[in-house]
């Protein structure tokens, strides 16, 4: 039975929300985090919602500051903490500043991976690493929905970093006898994201009375998954032996376009604009992605909708007052 779980990356978007989901398991939970931000300060609300997640988790969890690429570090934090299983999360969480960073993304989201891989050779009470990824890892799709078993072509760094990841998560694994799960999410939304994804910049938009902007008509479609239902899949896959060395799309399951998203928002909040831009950055061909396999053997069954995604998060930022400062 899982009793303690370390997560890498935990006080971050995806962490907290896994790790508040985590705490009614009456799992103890370690956050391990660096505390790393690249979006640019005066664009950033990150200091907000770290502290409001940190408030939050308050009491309830462990923390501990550390950086992945230090081995040391790490390796004193799993000595000190005896999880049975990590989640790996940490990592640069966007593609953009991957691709901008790129030596930074090799860093952290490849090497930082291989430093964890050795540390938990030597950390004999973790029975299994949870290796997060991305629909990115496939590139351009060549059918939808893209099932695990979809061709990897990833076209960027972040795509890159992340396929490598796996690999090397899978031959650590066969090598040394490590189990493992990889789980490939994609395009997380919702409550405390301060990544400048194009979900939280439209519905900051939103909230400023301001344009939304969609660049190529919005024409663009993504498998738009809400957090809860993201943290949700991670920790089934966390909770269960059948997820032992397997790979999970955890995703809703539909392509939505980007404009289908705006249009969403704009049905909550009515009178607001759309302005047409120039694509800014050629991003795969994505759509819908396959998450048939976490049903049937994790139990997985997503709940949320866009229109029930987008609500939710506005009322968020509404119900806590981080509309009076959106960035």
Known sequence: MVKKIL???GAGFLGY????ELLGHNVEVILYDAFLNYI??????YATYLKYRLNDLKNKTCLIRGDIRNRGCLAKALKETSPDLVIHLAAI???????QFSEEAIQI??????TILECLRQAPSVKRLIFTSSSFIYGDFDYEPADENHPSRPIDIYGGTKLSGEILTTAFGKKFGMEYTIIRPSAVYGPTDANRRVTQILINAALSGEPLTLHDGGKERIDFTYV???AHGFVLAALSDNAKNETFNITRGEGKSIKEFAETIKKRI???SIQIKPSDERRPKRGALDNTKAKKILGYEPVYDIEKGINEYID???ENGFNKDLL
Do not use: M, Q, R, Y
């Open 17 to 20: 929300h896994i790790a508040k």
């Open 316 to 318: 968020f930022i509404l």
């Open 228 to 230: 809860k239902d993201t």
């Open 7 to 9: 997560i890498t990356g």
């Open 93 to 99: 969480p966007i593609h953009k500043a991957s691709n």
């Open 270 to 272: 009515p009178g607001l």
């Open 109 to 114: 989201n490849l090497n930082g991976t291989v």
């Open 40 to 45: 640019p300060p005066l664009e950033s609300s």
